[in-house]
């Protein structure tokens, strides 16, 4: 019988199944930033503090409603070296099934990074059951046991070695329902749909993690949460299923949790740790620290080093408002879902309530427009009629959204971190009005700081988005864009690398706070090239970079006053002692009479201050020259 076209494709359907997004991660751990080991230690670490600060800022914002007394937040970052010592290899399969180590004196059977309690044990063999496969570990005069797996010799080898990482927080914790989903569902939380400034956004970071781990090293993540300080803490072992649904492994209650409440996490990945650069946990920290200036760090390190970031600053920032949707933001999809799912009675109310800055008299203009009764249910409107008042809300002259949706660092702030971090001789540091891109509100803040700590080498450029720094891809962000664009030889910086970057003393700081920050992909790891936004970033920064020529050419010009100072007071012997013989006057008196004269002429740098040279305004360069 002749094969046909819908044998073959029945045979194909049969084929076909939907995946689920846990596997899809699986196999694509790159777009959640995990490219490398090096990498994968970092966004972990990321990852984790992100959800520990957007938790205990939260908690603390809750409570100073409720007027009631409240911590700042504190974080504590642990990476340990985690060794697995043997794996235990089937004959005839290549999937380990345990892990064999050693502690002190004797050998055990691990799974999962927990001991198994051995099933019984005769004269000099254990035998341990595993996933329904019996392990028998035979101790002989050898230095290790020979490893029996349902009676044949299994292999035994040398596993690499993993990290331990533990993130810790004093926020309010979780409760106990709701910590499976939380760490073990991708997609899962409470930020996506809330348009409000927050630094995690899809519900995808800390679940990646786990993923992460227990694609790597095999190994279930521990999370201890506490809420109440007079009742126990709750601890769970957990893992994601393919099905992305989480699979608890075990539970427990207990007594040791170093805050009266708050979440750790614990985690075995496979990774690579640099102790400094630009790529390393510290540096991450450290960044971090500086644009959160109230929160307190403490980094241990896998050689027991211990760094503590103390906080510069005792006040909590303003809480960000949630906001609700702003009209020339919306997409046809996204308005059709939004009429859905709304609880007004009518298409007016719906505008005027469920979207912002639209009046009840503009509303009723715009329906009237567009032909659509304002007291039509919005449940029943066509998709004609939605495309319609689409396009009508997309024209129609509206204020910008409200900004108080987002929390920004603060000028004082800001220059008291970077002051604190670097000792800079300088530091000049500028906050933008709050603008938009596509709807969405946004604000630009950014610092340059010259001198001080800062090696006289470096060309540094510190990128955020939302309090968080961005350390990978920073050829494709925005704020590369801006930098690179600028004309530094115009602010009086002299040494410019062929990439358009200030190489010296320098710092360039640039900070994103968006309700929505369009990242260039899930890893988080620069922002979209948006016109709008570089054009905020780089206005921002000319704003510094002008007070930073200022600052140059005064310093320039004391420099080259002290120089002829000093070329004067090397001859003065001299000199006073010529006029003593021509006037006949005492060397001695015409010598404290010109130091005097040259001391009320200049100040004690050398030169006289004039206020013309910090006058901030003076020179004010045309944007349009960059």
């Not at 993993?162 to 709701?178: A, C, F, L, S, W």
């Not at 492994?249 to 075995?268: M, P, W």
């Not at 470096?458 to 664009?485: F, H, M, V």
């Amino acid at each position: 019988m002749a094969v046909t076209s819908q044998d073959i494709a029945e045979e194909m359907g049969k084929r076909m199944k939907s995946v689920s997004v846990a596997e899809f991660f699986k196999k694509n751990k790159h777009l959640l930033g995990f490219d490398n080991p090096l990498k994968a230690m970092l966004v972990v670490i990321k990852e984790a503090v992100d959800n520990s600060l957007d938790a205990t800022e939260e908690h603390a914002y809750e409570l100073k409603k409720k007027k009631r007394d409240f911590e700042l937040p504190e974080i504590k970052v642990r990476i340990k070296k985690e060794e697995h010592g043997l794996v235990i290899i089937p004959k005839d399969d290549d999937i380990p099934v345990a892990d064999l180590v050693k502690s002190g004196d004797s050998w055990y059977v691990v799974l999962f990074g927990e001991k198994i309690r051995a099933s019984r044990v005769e004269k000099n063999e254990k035998f341990y059951n595993v996933d329904g496969k019996e392990i028998k570990l035979l101790f002989t005069s050898a230095k290790k046991p020979q490893v029996y797996v349902n009676g044949k010799k299994a292999d035994v080898e040398e596993r690499t070695l993993k990290y331990r990482i533990t993130v810790m927080d004093n926020g309010p914790g979780i409760v106990e329902q709701n910590i499976p989903n939380v760490f073990g569902k991708l997609l899962y939380g409470s930020k996506f749909h809330r348009l409000r400034q927050s630094r995690g956004q899809q519900g995808i970071g800390i679940s990646s993690t786990v993923l992460y781990a227990q694609q790597t090293t095999g190994t279930p993540a521990i999370i201890t949460s506490k809420t109440q300080s007079k009742e126990k803490a709750v601890k769970l072992s957990l893992s994601i299923a393919d099905q992305n649904e989480p699979i608890v492994h075990s539970k427990e209650y207990v007594e040791d949790f170093e805050y009266e409440h708050g979440t750790k996490i614990e985690l075995v990945i496979e990774a690579d740790y640099r102790r400094s650069g630009n790529k390393s946990v510290y540096e991450f920290i450290r960044r971090t620290s500086i644009v959160n200036p109230h929160v307190s760090f403490v980094l241990k390190e896998p050689k027991k080093r211990k760094i503590i970031f103390k906080r510069t600053s005792n006040k909590l920032p303003e809480e960000p408002k949630e906001i609700k949707p702003h009209p020339h933001g919306l997409e046809f999809g996204q308005l059709k879902d939004l009429l859905k799912i709304t609880n007004q009675t009518t298409v007016s109310q719906f505008l005027v309530k469920e979207l912002t800055r639209v009046s009840n008299n503009m509303a009723k203009d715009l329906l009237r427009k567009v032909n659509i009764d304002s007291g039509a249910d919005p449940k029943k409107l066509t998709n004609n009629e939605i495309e319609k008042l689409l396009r009508a809300l997309h024209k129609a002259n509206l204020q910008r959204p409200p900004t108080n949706c987002l929390s920004p660092i603060s000028e004082k702030d800001l220059r008291k971190s970077i002051l604190s971090d670097t000792n800079a001789e300088f530091v000049a540091v500028s906050s933008r009005r709050p603008a938009v891109y596509k709807g969405i509100p946004f604000l630009v803040e950014a610092a340059i700081a010259y001198g001080g700590d800062i090696p006289k080498d470096s060309s540094q450029r510190l990128r955020y988005a939302n309090k968080i720094p961005l350390l990978y891809d920073a050829s494709g962000c925005a704020t590369t864009k801006a930098i690179k664009e600028m004309n530094w030889r115009q602010y009086k910086v002299d040494n410019v690398s062929s990439s358009g970057y200030p190489v010296g003393p320098y710092i360039v700081l640039i900070h994103l706070a968006s309700v929505w920050v369009p990242y260039t992909s899930e890893g988080k790891s620069a922002i979209a090239n948006y016109p709008d936004i570089i054009k905020e970033m780089k206005l921002s920064v000319q704003d510094c970079a002008r007070k930073l020529r200022m600052y140059l050419r005064a310093k320039m010009k004391e420099k080259r006053k002290q120089k002829r100072i000093n070329l004067f007071e090397t001859y003065l012997p001299e000199f006073a002692g010529s006029l003593s013989k021509l006037t006949g006057k005492e060397e001695e008196k015409i010598k404290e009479y010109l130091k005097k004269t040259l001391s009320e002429k200049y100040n004690a740098n050398g030169d006289k201050r004039d206020d013309k040279e910090f006058n901030e305004n003076e020179e004010e360069v045309d944007e349009n020259d960059d």
